[in-house]
Nanobody
Framework: QVQLVESGGGLVQPGGSLRLDCAAS????????MAWYRQAPGKEREFVVR????????VYADSVKGRFTASRDNDKNMIYLQMNNLKPEDTAVYYC???????WGQGTQVTVSS
């Protein structure tokens, strides 16, 4: 059974950094693409980044380009989202997503506020 478990969210001041982790129990993890999405209060869930199986193809939303960096460790079945220069508009619940299987994690809250 597929499970995605995010961690690393929290409260940070504007300009600060956080790293989100997603532990994925997917048997063929090294062969599948993964993604991060986020949902702010009162808004629809939106795409943040997708990362290919070998991490050679990474596509970011324009709103996070240059500030966020996605990576993965296929030996550990993990994906990561390093978020730098955070802004109040980055406040949202962040979700790990397995597109091919249609599975979502439970989400982790990121709040950017002074």
């Amino acid at each position: 059974q597929v499970q995605l478990v995010e961690s690393g969210g929290g409260l940070v001041q504007p300009g600060g950094s956080l790293r989100l982790d997603c532990a994925a129990s997917i048997s063929s993890f090294s062969r599948v693409g993964m993604a991060w999405y986020r949902q702010a209060p009162g808004k629809e869930r939106e795409f943040v980044v997708r990362i290919s199986s070998g991490a050679k193809n990474i596509v970011y939303a324009d709103s996070v380009k240059g500030r966020f960096t996605a990576s993965r460790d296929n030996d550990k079945n993990m994906i990561y989202l390093q978020m730098n220069n955070l802004k109040p508009e980055d406040t949202a619940v962040y979700y790990c997503y397995y597109p091919a299987g249609g599975f979502w994690g439970q989400g982790t809250q990121v709040t950017v506020s002074s």
